[in-house]
């Protein structure tokens, strides 16, 4: 490795340099190092007040929902005179895309379009802060309208299977755990979502009102 302060090669497992005598070693991470990053991070988000939390959610929620997406979400068993003789898990999400994707490529690249408007609704969501300005909607509509559309997409898979599983008395259906968990985080992504806008909405109402004072 080389030393930060002149440059020179120093060994690997060195504690100090054997030419400027500079620290070497990386500081371990210690109460108050671990305080000053929780404080920066907490300026961070200071200008935003109560909405932080909504905004940390959402952002958290947003980025977990694509991946539960992925995992066995639904169970699907073939029942004759009431006995189970097989069972089949199964992400009905994925394979749905990945069957409209390779039947019509049009929707593979809607699928790559729903991934990036997935990034840009993370990176709209933090612009204000990072400029240090006002939250306007353009910055919140995005991800209003992403939780809204993977709320449905969701309703309608669930809807979808549950009639179908009336419809053919062989066949029943059934939520897993991560199904479950697919379906409580797309819900609670829609409530956080609107719960920021709602409480931004407060703030900046309440900002202006002090400004006129």
Same mark, same amino acid.
């Given at each position: ?33 671990? #305080?000053?990053? #929780?404080?920066k ?32 979400? #639904? ?11 097989y ?58 309208i ?17 009639? *179908?599983?009336?419809?053919? *008395? ?19 992504l ?6 920021f ?17």
């Amino acid at each position: 490795m080389f030393c930060k302060n002149c440059g020179k090669e120093i060994n690997d497992d060195a504690k100090y340099c054997n030419f400027c005598g500079n620290d070497v070693k990386c500081p371990s991470p210690t109460p108050k190092n671990i #305080y000053n990053f #929780y404080k920066k991070l907490m300026d961070f988000f200071l200008p935003i007040g109560n909405a932080k939390k909504w905004l940390i959610s959402t952002m958290f929620l947003l980025i977990l929902n694509p991946f539960l997406s992925m995992c066995e979400n #639904y169970k699907f068993s073939e029942n004759i005179t009431g006995q189970n003789i097989y069972s089949e898990t199964s992400s009905v999400f994925k394979d749905v895309l990945l069957m409209l994707a390779k039947e019509i490529p049009f929707i593979g690249f809607l699928i790559f379009i729903g991934i990036l408007a997935i990034i840009f609704a993370e990176i709209f969501m933090v612009i204000p802060l990072i400029k240090k300005s006002i939250y306007k909607s353009i910055y919140i509509i995005p991800t209003k309208i992403i939780s809204v559309i993977a709320f449905l997409l969701i309703m309608f898979l669930n809807v979808g299977n549950f009639i *179908e599983s009336n419809n053919n *008395e062989f066949i029943n259906y059934s939520l897993t755990f991560w199904g479950w968990l697919l379906n409580l985080d797309t819900i609670a992504l829609v409530v956080t979502t609107f719960k920021f806008s709602s409480t931004i909405k407060k703030k900046n109402k309440k900002d202006k009102e002090l400004e006129k004072q």
